[in-house]
């Protein structure tokens, strides 16, 4: 946060929530185009975030060893929902090796932007590591997707928690397809004994992963879809979904 062009780019970037916004509809527009004009413009714009603003989806289990290297979390308004539903939910988990929230606290009050702080009696919320662990495991209950992000790379800033209907980021990555995010270190795999057919996982993964084999009552995932969030974990009354890495995998070791 020494890195004053870092300082810059986080304060114009919580200054102009509209402007993200503005960008994920221009490429909802850019999927009317040509393939091959698609082919180009792709890489490009996914490029270019790659040197900015990128993220990763990341399970429960590195969300906890990112809080345990980390000075202060504080909790503010999610900037996506924000974007696409004009009102205020706390998703987002800004981070700082600094106590008492740190440098991103301290931008975040030069900002005179109403949603980032909420009502007066919330104020920045600094949150222990323990009870930021405790919020993400309701965010999971909730479907949602853990992912963290970079404020020009490989600075990491934040830790939000996504769904593909108001996340701007998953919008892109999944529905329209400019990655903005890479997968996880790992992929869900399912346990076929211990799988009962609930079809609880297919309710919740945010990436069209799991499918049902009507033949034999059972869940499948798709390991060329699959994000390795472990949010299905989180619904499966059964413990038949585990996390395995990615490195090897046949099919989505190269996948990211």
Known sequence: MSDLRRREFITDFIRHPERSADGIEKLGKLKTLPGFVQAVVNPYITNRQMKSHFGQVVPIEECEKIFDSLGSIVRIAC??????????????????????????????????????????????????????????KQHEKEGLCHTVWTFVTPFIGAICNCDRTDCLAMRATVGYGFPIMFRSEFIAEIIPGRCTGCRRCMQVCQFGAIGFSAGEKKSRIDPARCYGCGICRSSCESAAIVLQKRAGHPVAGKLW
């Open 79 to 136: 900037y996506c929902r924000h974007s696409t539903l004009g009102r205020e939910h706390r998703y987002c988990y800004c981070l700082s090796m600094a106590p008492n929230g740190g440098m991103m606290a301290d931008l975040i009050r030069q900002v005179d932007v109403s949603y980032l702080t909420g009502p007066d009696t919330s104020g920045l919320e600094i949150l222990t590591k323990r009870e930021a662990l405790a919020s993400l």
